[in-house]
T-cell receptor, first 112, second 113 residues
Framework: DADVTQTPRNRITKTGKRIMLECSQT?????MYWYRQDPGLGLRLIYY???????NKGEISDGYSVSRQAQAKFSLSLESAIPNQTALYFC???????????FGPGTRLTVT | GENVEQHPSTLSVQEGDSAVIKCTYS??????FPWYKQELGKRPQLIID?????GEKKDQRIAVTLNKTAKHFSLHITETQPEDSAVYFC????????????FGQGTELSVKP
C-alpha cells in the first residue's frame, strides 16, 4: 500500500546515537500511529496523534519522542538509542472514525 | 489497563481443515473487533472486522464471531490454503481510551499442503 510510506526501511545505528524514523501518508487521514513489533509481543503502541495539535503517549513511550509536522507527516525519534530498542517499527493511519488502520511497510532498526 | 489475550499462539493445520483463533479482552466498553493478517516480511492488513451490534460476520472463507457477554471474539478460517499461513492479530478497540486499538500477541498459523 504505497499510500503510507516509511523511511528508512532498514537502519543500523550505535548505542547513544539519535535517530529519526519518518512516516508520510497520502490517504488524507487525520489519525497517525507509531507501533513497535517484537517477536511474540504483537504490536505495541508508542505514540498516536489524532490531528496536528493532538499527540498522545501510548503504552511504551519511554525513550521515544514524536513530531507531527503536518497532517501527512509523523516522525518518531529515539533521542539516545539503546540495544533493547532493536525492533520492527510500523507507522499506521486511520480516518476520524478510527476503524481500519493502514500500515506502512515498516522500518527494521538495529541498535548495536 | 486493557488486557487482550490470543489463543493459541501457534496453530498448525492440514490444507483443507478449519482453523479457529480466539481473542479475549477485558474492557466491556469495547465496540469494534478487527482481525489483522501479517504475512512474513509484510505489513499487517485488516482481513475482517465486526461491530458490537453484530454477532457474526462472514467474508468467503473467513468469519468472525463475537460474544460480548463473555468478552471474546474468534476468527474462523474454513478450507484453509497454504496462502493462509501468516500471523494473525486481534485488536479490539478501547472505547474509553480515545478509540485506540490494542493488539493481541499474535497467532502463527501454518497450513501444511
Amino acid at each position: 500500500d504505497a499510500d503510507v510510506t516509511q523511511t528508512p526501511r532498514n537502519r543500523i545505528t550505535k548505542t547513544g546515537k539519535r535517530i529519526m524514523l519518518e512516516c508520510s501518508q497520502t490517504k488524507g487521514h487525520d489519525r497517525m500511529y507509531w507501533y513497535r513489533q517484537d517477536p511474540g509481543l504483537g504490536l505495541r503502541l508508542i505514540y498516536y496523534s489524532f490531528d496536528v495539535k493532538d499527540i498522545n503517549k501510548g503504552e511504551i513511550s519511554d525513550g521515544y519522542s514524536v513530531s507531527r509536522q503536518a497532517q501527512a507527516k509523523f516522525s518518531l525519534s529515539l533521542e539516545s538509542a539503546i540495544p533493547n530498542q532493536t525492533a520492527l517499527y510500523f507507522c499506521a493511519t486511520s480516518d476520524n472514525r478510527g476503524y481500519e488502520q493502514y500500515f506502512g511497510p515498516g522500518t527494521r532498526l538495529t541498535v548495536t | 489497563g486493557e488486557n487482550v489475550e490470543q489463543h493459541p499462539s501457534t496453530l498448525s493445520v492440514q490444507e483443507g481443515d478449519s482453523a479457529v483463533i480466539k481473542c479475549t479482552y477485558s474492557d466491556s466498553a469495547s465496540n469494534y473487533f478487527p482481525w489483522y493478517k501479517q504475512e512474513l516480511g509484510k505489513r499487517p492488513q485488516l482481513i475482517i472486522d465486526i461491530r458490537s451490534n453484530v454477532g457474526e460476520k462472514k467474508d468467503q472463507r473467513i468469519a468472525v464471531t463475537l460474544n460480548k457477554t463473555a468478552k471474546h471474539f474468534s476468527l474462523h478460517i474454513t478450507e484453509t490454503q497454504p496462502e493462509d499461513s501468516a500471523v494473525y492479530f486481534c485488536a479490539p478497540r478501547i472505547y474509553n481510551q480515545g478509540g485506540k486499538l490494542i493488539f493481541g500477541q499474535g497467532t502463527e498459523l501454518s497450513v501444511k499442503p
